[in-house]
């Protein structure tokens, strides 16, 4: 008996991700005018909030390995855009924003703003917040948390 093989595009998987490419690659063209990458922005948006903290809790904010967000970090102190100082024990350093970049980000956001807004504008504000309750509550039940990853101000 043959089994019938399900066509991608009959999951809603491919579609997010369809969707997330697109979003995501629209706004790495906006940011490449500042010669900024979508992770870059992320890393220092995390900053912006989050003053003088650690490695490890950066990489957890933005949810990365330590090595992965070490890299970026070095690419972004090379840059001017992010301090590194010794942290409370000589093991752990301390990651905080230059005055450049805490000038730099509100820029970087109103980009995101403006690159929300094309892709969902034709949704009402009750269907964007519908939709974002329903991406939370997938996630959520599937093992990722919204509140331990530091985004409740995606609401």
């Known amino acids: 008996m043959l089994k019938t093989v399900s066509n991608f595009e009959y ?5 997010l991700r369809c969707l997330s490419n697109f979003v995501s690659h629209t706004f790495a063209e906006k940011l490449a005018g500042q ?3 979508v992770p870059q922005w992320v890393v220092l948006r995390t900053l912006y909030d989050n003053d003088n903290i650690t490695l490890n809790e950066a990489a957890g904010l933005v949810g990365v390995d330590k090595s992965t967000l070490s890299r970026m970090i070095e690419r972004l102190v090379q840059r001017v855009l ?11 350093v301390g990651l905080s924003l230059t005055p450049a970049a805490r000038k730099l980000v509100p ?17 009402s504000s ?7 309750g329903t ?11 919204i509140a331990k990853r530091g985004r409740d101000r995606m609401e």
């Open 11 to 15: 999951h809603i998987g491919y579609w």
């Open 135 to 145: 991406i939370k509550r997938l996630l959520e039940a599937n093992g990722w948390s």
């Open 35 to 37: 010669d900024i990458s």
């Open 82 to 92: 992010v301090n590194r100082s010794e942290g409370t024990d000589r093991r752990s």
């Open 126 to 132: 009750k269907q964007r917040k519908m939709f974002m």
């Open 107 to 123: 820029q970087l956001a109103k980009l995101a703003d403006q690159n929300d807004e094309e892709f969902f504008k034709t949704l």
